[in-house]
């Protein structure tokens, strides 16, 4: 089954005890992205990856860090979190980078639960 | 940086036809996108436009007028299972970032 990964699904931590939240895709996409979601924000993106070894910032990359050394996994790192970062995380894929005018779905995970006390 | 605007909640009977307005300002726009997010689910792709018209898909289209920076979520016979969030999303950076709006709640009534 084509799918999208997370884990953990829900995390409680602490102010500064650096953690790593993981994302796996099995469909061999050179796209990947990790989003926040808080309320009356909508989501809002943290980096994306446009194929191994590539990645960039989107509109909120303060305080996380990210690595995509193979192509199938995009993990989160959160160096030294705070409750400000406490946010529903999710990951997500598509086939390709870059622009393009056909139709390309991107696929979500079920997304990660974290409070930071 | 990139804003978009959408309405924050819609409701509708179920049967009917409701429409979500998207306006944005960006630079560099690379399409519009549409997104359903179910109470305590993942966002699910719904339909994308690059250029200016109407893309259909099933009960669902979606239009984008890049002249005018905007673009609509149509939803026809409307259903219970229709009840969501929809949020549109403007790519930008070679179509590589996503802004997205601050989300429509859809209330279907009976």
Known sequence: ?117 | GQSLEQPSEVTAVEGAIVQINCTYQTSGFYGLSWYQQHDGGAPTFLSYNALDGLEETGRFSSFLSRSDSYGYLLLQELQMKDSASYFCAVGTGGGNKLTFGTGTQLKVEL
């Open chain 1, 1 to 117: 089954e084509a799918q999208v990964t997370q884990n953990p699904r829900y995390l409680i931590t602490v102010t500064g005890k650096k953690l790593t939240v993981t994302c796996s895709q099995n469909m061999n996409h050179e796209y990947m992205s990790w989003y926040r979601q808080d309320p009356g924000l909508g989501l809002r993106q943290i980096y994306y990856s446009m194929n191994v070894e590539v990645t960039d910032k989107g509109d909120v990359p303060e305080g996380y860090k990210v690595s995509r050394k193979e192509k199938r996994n995009f993990p989160l790192i959160l160096e030294s979190p705070s409750p400000n970062q406490t946010s529903l995380y999710f990951c997500a894929s598509r086939s390709r980078a870059g622009g393009f005018l056909g139709t390309d779905t991107q696929y979500f995970g079920p997304g990660t639960r974290l409070t930071v006390l």
